[in-house]
Each structure stands twice: as structure tokens, then as C-alpha cells.
């Protein structure tokens, strides 16, 4: 290859996930605070209504945000880019509308069927979630114009400013759940408005018939959207519901925190970028050896983590949300070791979807990760409590990566299997070890070495990777 397209795909999404992490960061700061100010009982009251905003309003934005941003490249002149952008505002409008209304008199007349958090925010939690809906859309628009950086900047000045206020709030003596929600509730609505003014000269009134299939993969990505709200907000409310505890949740959502801000910030930024790259006309040819290469390294790299994280979790939970979430530890510590399976499957959805096959993913997703996952823990909650959640997204997680990668066999002969195969053993192996020997570092050292030995990584990956960031010319045949 005249030019070194690995490492370019290297450093444009590195520049990208760190642009995000460095927003990421504060918020993980600052939430530090909040959960060691509001304490096991107001946090888990907040976990609830936030995981519920933060899930319930991407579905409100039917899918528009991966479809904006896989379509709106692919239009020659602005006039499309305008109409498909319309066509997204005026559906989330009217599902917005038709959502608050339902919500609203749901309360009203259904109160027995909300939990109280929900209850004493209703008309926030309605509007929040909507405002949610509209920023996906902002966001998959942005992206689609190339301006991935600009949006990141505004949405973590979002985020944090929104957070520092209502850490402000807490501190000063304000010490409630929804002091944080109306606090980036407020700041949300100021930065809507700018965010519509920015972009006022794409809004057309008169934006034309729909097209099929935009239409087609925007319905199957809103199924997507509703399997992961079940799949991450179920054990929530079935912890609330069958414990009647809010404390259960604290213990649950403090002990899930670092790991799903690990993800957030190194995991879920990458299907992104890698989605432009895997329809990119340069470079799409190449996906399937991107895929198996990205797949081998970030399996390597957060197996590595999650045996840090699992090691050193006595002391992590303490020093940061204190010895009141000491329950938290053993959810910490074993929820970790889903970080390098979330890393294989977050590139195998962008693949799916450059195949124009989102729904075969998202369909064994919902079988596995919705109805398995909640299935057992209803099961196992009433006798594991809070840690039930762990043991059921651990043995779903496995059985989905594995149906998912003996599907890409079947479809594109990629042998994802075997890396897979080989990581749950090694984890398992590096774990068990240590826990017999009770040599803190030991684990990770059998790890690391497990997977030298075996040569599931080589030194030609290893060559690889230091030329993605030396930013060397690779061999195409890499």
C-alpha cells in the first residue's frame, strides 16, 4: 500500500476516543463525589432515573443516530443531507410529543405502576428524555458531516457542566437524587438551543417522502435500541422491585461504575469511527482483516485490565466510594471481566451493519442479552440480591459472543472463535491461580504470558502494532 492506511484508522480514532475520554474523565471525577456525598440510598435512587434517561431517550430517537451517520456521507449535495436531517427532527418530534403524553397521564392515573423516583420527577423525566432524542439526532448528523471532534467538545461541556452544578447543589447541603437530575436537566435545554441554532440551515419544512431502505435499517437499529434498554435497565427495576430496597441498587450500580466507565470511555467509542472506516470506499476492502486484527488486540489488552481490576478490587471500591459500598467490591471485581468481550463484540456490530445486516446482530442480541439475561435474574436475585445481575450478564455475555462469532464463520468465513475461546480460558486459568496461590500479581503475569505461549498474539502482531504507532508503513498483507 502507497500509504499506510492501518495507522491512519489508528490515529484518527485514538485522536477521537481521547478527545472523549478527555471529557470522560471529569465526569468520572466528579461522579466519584456524587456517589460518596449522596450515599447507597439516594445513589441508587438517582442510578435508576439516570440508566432510564440515558436509555429510554436514544430509543425515542428511533435509530436516527447510527442512520444519519451511515447516510448522510453517502448524499451528494446539501439539499439531501437537509431532508434526511428534517425527516429525523419531525418523527422524534412527534414520538417525543406522543411520549410525554403517555408518560404523563400513565402517572397520573397508573401511579401504583412507577416507582417513586420516577414519580417525583415525572414531568423532567418526560422532557429529559426527549431532550436525549434530540441530541442523538444532533449527534448522528454531526458525524455524518465528518464533525466528530466539534460534537464531542459540545457534549462533554454539557455533561460536566451540568454535573459540577449539581455537585455544587450537594455539597452546599442539597443532598437528593434530584438535585443532579434538575441540574442537567436546566443546562441541557440551554445547550439544545444552541444546538438547533447551529444548525437551523439544514431544518426544511417541506422534506419530501421517506426512503425505504433508510427507513428499513432505522426501524431494525430502534429494535437494537429497545433490546439494550432492556438488556441494561431491567436489572435495575428488578432489583428495586423484588428487593423493595434502593440500597440493593447502590450497591449494584457502585460496583458496576468503574467498569462501565472503562467501557464508556476505551470501548463504546469505537464502533464510530470504525463504522465510517468499514464503508469507506479506501478502505472497506479491508474490513474483514481489520476486524480479526482489532478483534486479537483489544481481547488481549482489556483481558489484561479486567485481571487488574479483578486483583486489585479490595482496595479500589474503598479508596473511591468508601467503606459504606464495601458490598460493592465482589460486583467490581467480577463485573470487570466482561471489559474484553464487550471489546471483540463493539467491532463486530459496526461490521454487521456495514454488511447491512444490523439486524442479525441486534435479533441473537435480544434473545440473548434481553430475554436469557432477564430470565435468570429472576431467577437468581431473590437469592444473590444485588450481585445476581453479575453472574447472569457474565454467562449471557459468553454465549452471546460465541453464537455471534460462529455466526461470522458461517457468513464470512472469520474464525473469531478461537480468540474467543482462548480468552475465557486464560481469564478463567489467570483467576482461579491466583486465587488459590494468593500472589496479587500473579494473575496478571499468567495472562499475559498464557497468551505468548500459545501464540494467540505473535511477535508479528507485535510488529504491527508498534508500526500503527510509529506510524510506519504495514505490509498489506498484515
Known sequence: ?????????????????????????????????????????????????????STVGPILSLGWLTTLAKFVPEKVNNEEKSKLFSQSLASVLI????????????????????????????????????????????????????????????????SNIGNILGLGLVIYGFISYTTIIRSNFFVSIAFLVFLFFSVKKYILYNFGNFDRQVIIFCLSLLFGQVAYMLSTNL???????????????????????????????????LPAPMLYYFNSTQTSYLKEKILSFGCKILGFLFGAISVVCFTFADYVIPF???????????VFRFFSLSLPILAILILISPFYASQNKPYVYIIIHFFIMVLLYNLMNMFLIPKYKFFAPVISYLVALVIFATIISIDCYRRYKLNLLRGLTT??????????????????????????FSYFLSKTISIKDLITFKSMLMKEKIDENT
Request: proline fraction near 3%; charged fraction near 15%.
Open 320 to 330: 473511591l466510594f468508601g467503606d459504606k459500598f464495601v458490598y460493592s467490591v465482589n
Open 235 to 269: 436489572d435495575l427495576l428488578m432489583l428495586r422491585g423484588i428487593l423493595k430496597d434502593p440500597q440493593q441498587v447502590g450497591y449494584y450500580t457502585a460496583g458496576i461504575r468503574i467498569p462501565r466507565m472503562i467501557e464508556t470511555m476505551f470501548i463504546s467509542q
Open 423 to 448: 480468552l475465557v480460558v486464560f481469564l478463567s486459568f489467570s483467576i482461579i491461580l491466583e486465587k488459590m496461590i494468593n500472589i496479587p500479581i500473579l494473575s496478571f503475569l499468567t495472562f499475559v
Open 95 to 158: 414520538v417525543g410529543v406522543m411520549f410525554f403524553l403517555i408518560i404523563n397521564l400513565s402517572v397520573k392515573f397508573f401511579p401504583q405502576i412507577f416507582p417513586v423516583e420516577i414519580k417525583e420527577i415525572v414531568l423532567i423525566f418526560s422532557l429529559f428524555n426527549i431532550f436525549v432524542a434530540f441530541f442523538n439526532i444532533f449527534e448522528g448528523f454531526w458525524r455524518g458531516l465528518g464533525k466528530f471532534n466539534e460534537f464531542v467538545i459540545i457534549d462533554g461541556l454539557r
Open 1 to 53: 500500500m502507497s500509504h499506510n492506511i492501518y495507522s491512519q484508522i489508528f490515529y484518527s480514532t485514538t485522536k477521537y476516543v481521547l478527545l472523549r475520554n478527555f471529557f470522560m474523565v471529569i465526569t468520572g471525577v466528579i461522579s466519584i463525589f456524587i456517589v460518596r456525598l449522596l450515599g447507597p440510598q439516594e445513589y441508587g435512587k438517582y442510578s435508576l432515573v439516570w440508566q432510564l434517561i
